[in-house]
């Protein structure tokens, strides 16, 4: 009898285990089929039934229509008029639409980093960062020799060039060092620290086919002033970071160009109530869009809920600044050649330093919605708007609008990511 139940046990789990199987090729299979109709430029992809958040108004029992990489109705389920080759995806609206996010400091994720200096690396990126509801990124360089740094830049402006439309965009360059001061070196390699210099920036530009959009310097920093100014006059992102600036360097840095702050509180000259700092200026300076990573690690949830009261959605932008070991297991990772140990949420050097971190986009939005009390509406702001414009990518990226790009996520009631869109193509499906 006993071997008869053990037969039939094993049995059972044959069954089991082939069902599992069907479900799982099922589902390849549902993705497949609506990844091929959002790819086909005579179909339309429609998303029906759910809250629509867009440019101008939240629409709680909405629609929206994909056509050829485009958005291209929105509106009240009650407004829809099916079309022969409309491919219809009905939700609740317990689901939520919103703008896919722009990552404009990431270096890397699932065992691939911008520093690479491959296709592959990138390609790697582009194709995991739609599981956590990120579009369109900067691929962010650090400090480190100038020829491991050109190579980089090459390999991003050539791949720019020829990316494929079914995975988040790489929509530039964040080039992160080596212009920054010794003394916020924070992860950042020491010996590769230079001073800004216009005449390798200039070359490095070119080296990258002219995608570099946004840098972070120290402007305190000799010659700081000079390349901070020539970012401005070519319309590229001077971001103030790994800075040791005072209040009124910052004041100069902003006169000659500076528009932006790299990971507030992280590398940077803190406040005091006789020195405002870099941060006393991110925080009083309308000027400056500002970096936040909200893994409550880099900053504790109520230093998130300060800079939120104080900065506002207006001007806050969310950022991962993760490393190649987002989406891996614990375990000892590489940047930029320094051996970096992850430990569950954290990552940090030998020496106890924090060295970017393993944030993924979405817990980014339930954390800073948890620590702030602010709505989708301000998250739509800080993830996608704020960026988009920073970036001159608002009219095509940023909201959800007719006309624009076609990227957008899916949320469930619980803010996981159910689905990604990358230009009209289903870049990612949750698994039931």
């Not at 139940?5 to 285990?17: A, D, E, F, P, V």
């Not at 009240?76 to 722009?102: F, M, N, T």
């Not at 980014?364 to 919605?369: D, G, L, R, S, V």
């Not at 993830?383 to 949320?411: C, H, M, R, W, Y």
């Amino acid at each position: 009898m006993l071997k008869a139940l053990t037969k039939l046990s094993s049995s059972q789990k044959r069954i089991n285990w082939s069902r599992q199987l069907f479900q799982k090729a099922l589902h390849l299979n549902q993705y497949n089929e609506q990844r091929s109709v959002c790819m086909d430029t005579h179909s339309s992809i429609i998303i029906y039934n759910v809250t629509v958040y867009s440019e101008n108004q939240t629409l709680k029992n909405g629609y929206i229509k994909l056509t050829n990489k485009k958005i291209t109705e929105i509106g009240e389920i009650h407004q829809y008029v099916r079309q022969p080759k409309d491919h219809v995806i009905e939700l609740s609206p317990s689901y939520k639409v919103i703008p896919g996010a722009i990552d404009v400091h990431i270096h890397g994720v699932n065992n691939a980093d911008a520093m690479d200096g491959t296709a592959e690396a990138l390609k790697t990126m582009a194709r995991t960062l739609p599981k956590e509801g990120t579009t369109s990124f900067l691929a962010t360089t650090m400090t480190q020799s100038n020829e491991a740094v050109e190579k980089a830049l090459r390999n991003a402006g050539t791949y720019i060039e020829e990316q494929t439309d079914a995975d988040a965009e790489v929509v530039g360059i964040h080039l992160e060092g080596p212009f920054i001061s010794p003394k916020r070196a924070g992860a950042q390699p020491p010996t590769h620290i230079q001073d800004p210099n216009v005449t390798l920036f200039q070359e490095w530009q070119k080296a990258a086919g002219g995608h570099i959009k946004l840098v972070t310097l120290a402007p305190e920093q000799p010659n700081g002033l000079a390349l901070t100014s020539y970012l401005k006059e070519t319309n590229v992102v001077a971001s103030i970071g790994h800075s040791d600036s005072t209040y009124d360097q910052v004041g100069e840095a902003i006169e000659a160009g500076a528009s932006h702050i790299t990971h507030l509180y992280n590398g940077m000259r803190g406040l005091h109530h006789r020195e405002p700092g870099v941060l006393g200026a991110a925080y009083l300076r309308d000027e400056l869009f500002v970096e936040l990573i909200t893994d409550g690690i880099h900053c504790r949830p109520e230093m998130v809920k300060l800079a939120y009261d104080q900065i506002t959605s207006e001007r806050m932008i969310l950022i991962t600044d993760s490393l190649r070991a987002k989406w891996l297991k614990n375990g000892t990772y590489d940047l930029g050649g320094q051996p970096v140990h992850v430990n569950d949420t954290t990552a940090t050097l030998a020496d106890g330093t924090l060295a970017g971190s393993i944030l993924k986009m979405n817990d980014a939005i339930k954390n800073t919605m948890s620590f702030t009390n602010c709505s989708l509406e301000d998250i739509v702001k800080m993830t996608a708007e704020n960026p988009a414009k920073q970036l001159n990518l608002f009219d095509t990226k940023g909201s959800i609008k007719i006309g624009k790009d076609a990227d957008i996520v899916v949320l469930n009631e619980n803010l996981d990511v159910e689905m990604t869109f990358c230009r009209g193509t289903l870049s990612f499906k949750k698994e039931d």
